[in-house]
């Protein structure tokens, strides 16, 4: 037996990057994914990839931010599947610039975004992992949990808050065999990453072999970038996990850049 069979796993972001790696990966163990995406054609385009493997999915218009459309995508999900057993919250942004010159309001975006959407996506499955006595939740955090770097203020605000939801939610949710953990990655070669790349390299006036090289990469024990396959086993070791015994906990996946 698959692991995930029988399972339905919400994946907030998961037409492109990792949640994508995450949801093709738990629909190849017969899961069940959603993909929970602010741009449904392309979230229906992924989902359609993986009806072609023979595994079902299911796509639905999500912006996490967005209190209703979050409860409707999870009402939808349960009329159609019944339950949902897994969230993923990986929908984020990334918005790079000095605390001095942060804009408030691209500050209350990326905040917005990582958090409001962990708490709103959370709050709507629970009620349904609740009544079913199981549940597995998994945050998409980042080294940026656990550490700082310059020009990154919400982002490193936001990851570190998730550790905390974390805590919080594996404790009311254990009496409902609900858990929850944070996946924290390094750096990965998303869309997201690629962008960042020519714009650290202007605000700090390198080139982007640099910014790569001494910046991204400086203090992995390899000069490798995570990739999203090392994402995907993470979560879904999480995900598939039997017991509580693993919950309020976090594990990071950075080619020894951040070592607990």
Not at 24 to 38: C, N, Q, S, Y
Not at 63 to 91: I, R
Request: charge should be negative; proline fraction near 3%; aromatic fraction near 8%.
């Amino acid at each position: 037996m698959a692991r995930f069979d029988g399972k339905i796993g919400l994946i907030t972001g998961s037409a492109s990057g990792i949640g994508k790696e995450i949801a093709i990966r738990f629909a190849a163990e017969g899961g069940t994914p959603v993909i929970a995406d602010l741009n449904l054609e392309a979230a229906e385009a992924t989902a359609a990839g993986i009806r072609a493997t023979g595994a079902d999915a299911f796509a639905v218009a999500m912006n996490v931010t967005d209190e209703a459309q979050v409860e409707k995508g999870v009402a939808d999900v349960v009329a159609k599947y019944g339950k949902v057993d897994v969230l993923v919250s990986n929908a984020g942004i990334q918005i790079v610039k000095p605390l001095v010159d942060f804009p408030f309001a691209d500050w209350k975006k990326l905040l917005s975004i990582h958090l409001d959407g962990a708490f709103l996506t959370t709050r709507a499955c629970l009620k349904h992992m609740y009544a079913a006595s199981y549940g597995r939740v998994i945050y998409m955090g980042s080294v940026h949990s656990k550490e700082a770097s310059k020009l990154k203020a919400p982002y490193v605000t936001a990851k570190h808050g998730l550790l905390g939801l974390a805590k919080v939610l594996a404790k009311e949710g254990a009496e409902h065999n609900v858990t929850a953990n944070v996946v924290c990655p390094g750096f990965v070669r998303t869309p997201l990453v690629d962008k960042q790349i020519p714009e650290q390299a202007q605000e700090f006036g390198i080139t982007e072999e640099e910014v790569i090289k001494n910046i991204m990469l400086k203090d992995t024990v390899d000069g490798q970038f995570t990739t999203t396959d090392d994402v995907a086993d993470a979560v879904l070791y999480f995900a598939a996990a039997k017991s509580n015994a693993m919950t309020g906990q976090s594990l990071v996946v950075s080619h020894g850049w951040f070592m607990e």
